[in-house]
């Protein structure tokens, strides 16, 4: 079988989207161009509309640079005050129900799961080896776009047993979000139930995969004992922290045995569009927050200047932390440090930091076509330390705390960022609550966790600037949910 990367611009072309984006206003019937009429008739079939079901991770791109710039981490950037305003508009908090970013992420994810109930609606009509395994994954993926609706939006329209029709049309009005982490829940354990521990093909959902998401949406419940004990199988599985932290993120380290679950990006199938510029097969997010007008050998290509690391992070990380160097690229230091590559650059403009997100950063060699559309990066989505500072949090959350096990897991990861247990931690109770909530902003930093961890933590409002507590915990519904489904808008968004 061809890598996922590939298959998934063939699977675009099956289950195409339509150019009217009323995402949940709309008669898909005449959208596909291959209709379940004249289609479902072998396994191989089912197998290019999950694919399809895979494409909408590599669009929501944006939500990794929202889930930093709306936080201490990093500002917006860019080259002047108008430039990237969807991001301007979170890092300010001057958040319209018409910000660009927002309403991409909403029709991105209600995309997937319309191409999820597209094979629910067809489930019954062809049975084959392999497709309990194969619904897993669907399963999975509609979980996942669940879960990130929710925690971006809070109550959301709940379906799942087939696509939207035009009688549907204001039918689905907002569920709460304690219906919709249950179906989570279900969709999970579901997977849980039917997949491989381990897949040969690089990005498919796992068992393992599975168990991570299902335990970080305990998290988000509050419900540690679950977290604690779903988590357990992940630690117990297959996955171990690479030696050197920034291996993680070249090339070379993409798939390997720290990683969980990847969103796959490719540049073997060149995009050229503009007019939808984050629809195709690379990861937009790289050239967004590359160096702008960078010249010289450096190994690293020019890039917009957005999601700059702030100060406050590079300082947040303490002497002989590895982290702080593959996390924050200081572009005077570098250029000093490295008078061979004859480096020069456009200071960023708008809210110049002096800082870029060294994990995605945009390298010489690794896009193709239309350049700044077709860069190969993955999107590390569950990395084995995410998993590790999970697992310790709900041990330390649970009703009978394991502290013990809760500090292993924290100083696993603490080892492997200072190459040595000098800087192990042996608190206890809420100071080791909050030890690890620290490590999740130094480990994760710039990988788009941090806004949903504070929200969820209940420090939001004293770490953000800006932040209005009763309001800035969820975005604003995009406005034309509002005005052509009938949705009701978030508290405080007008």
């Known amino acids: 079988m061809k890598n996922i990367k590939y298959l998934m611009a063939l699977a675009f072309i099956i289950v195409l989207a339509p150019a009217c984006k009323k995402y949940l206003d709309y008669d898909p019937k005449s959208d596909y ?33 929202i889930g930093d710039v709306a936080t201490d981490n990093s500002v917006s950037g860019g080259e002047n005050a108008t430039d990237q305003i969807g991001f301007q508009q979170i890092d300010d908090y001057n958040i319209i129900a018409n910000n660009s970013y927002l309403t991409e992420a909403w029709e991105d994810c209600y995309e997937g799961i319309n191409r999820v109930n597209y094979l629910e609606e ?14 897993g994954q669907a399963y999975f993926l509609r979980a996942f776009y669940y879960f990130e609706l929710v925690r971006m939006f809070g109550d959301a329209p709940l379906f799942t047993d087939k696509r939207l029709a035009l009688s549907d049309s204001k039918k689905y009005q907002r569920s709460p979000k304690a219906d919709i982490y249950k179906q989570i829940e279900i969709d999970l354990n579901n997977a849980i139930s039917v997949l491989p521990i381990t897949n040969p093909e690089p990005g498919r959902v796992t068992k393992y995969a599975a168990q991570a998401l299902l335990g970080k949406v305990f998290l988000y419940e509050n419900k540690f004992d679950s977290a604690a004990a ?28 720290e990683s969980v679950f990847e969103v796959q990006y490719s540049n073997g199938s060149p995009f050229y569009d503009w007019t939808n510029p984050g629809r195709g097969q690379g990861n ?20 917009w200047s957005t999601n700059l690391p702030t100060m406050d992070l590079a300082n947040a990380y303490t002497a002989g932390d590895t982290r702080k160097d593959v996390t924050v690229l200081d572009i005077e230091a570098y250029k ?33 076509g239309q350049v700044e559309l077709n860069y190969l990066n993955n999107y590390r989505a569950i990395r084995f330390a995410d998993v590790l500072l999970m697992a310790a949090e709900a041990n330390n959350r649970a ?21 040595n247990n000098t800087h192990d931690i042996a608190a206890t109770g809420s100071a080791l609550t909050q030890a690890i909530w620290s490590e999740r902003r130094l480990e994760l930093a710039m990988e788009g966790d941090r806004f949903f961890d504070l929200v969820r933590t ?31 808008q978030n508290p405080g968004y007008n």
């Open 336 to 368: 000093a440090a490295n008078p061979q590559f004859g480096i020069t650059y456009l200071v960023a403009p708008y809210k110049n930091t002096g800082l870029y997100d060294q994990k995605y950063l945009p390298r010489i060699g690794q896009t193709s």
């Open 284 to 303: 937009l997010m790289v050239q967004v927050c590359g160096i702008r007008g960078l010249t010289g050998t450096s190994p690293y290509a020019t890039g």
């Open 399 to 419: 009703t009978t705390p394991n502290d013990t096990k809760a500090q292993n897991y924290l100083n696993k990861v603490r080892e492997r960022a200072f190459g």
């Open 230 to 257: 779903i988590l357990e199988n992940v630690v117990n599985g297959p996955f171990s922290l690479v030696t050197n932290f920034g291996d993680i993120f070249l090339q070379t380290g993409e798939n390997g045995p």
């Open 33 to 65: 161009i291959i209709s379940a009429d004249s289609y479902f008739t072998s396994a191989d079939d089912y197998q290019k509309i999950v694919v399809g079901c895979y494409s909408p991770l590599q669009w929501i791109w944006a939500d990794r640079v």
């Open 458 to 488: 209940g420090q939001a409002a004293t770490k953000i600037a800006g932040f209005v507590a009763g309001k800035n915990e969820v975005f604003p519904i995009p406005q034309h949910e509002v005005d052509v489904s009938g949705l009701k």
């Open 122 to 135: 067809n489930k019954g009509k062809l049975d084959f080896v392999g497709k309990d395994a194969l619904y």
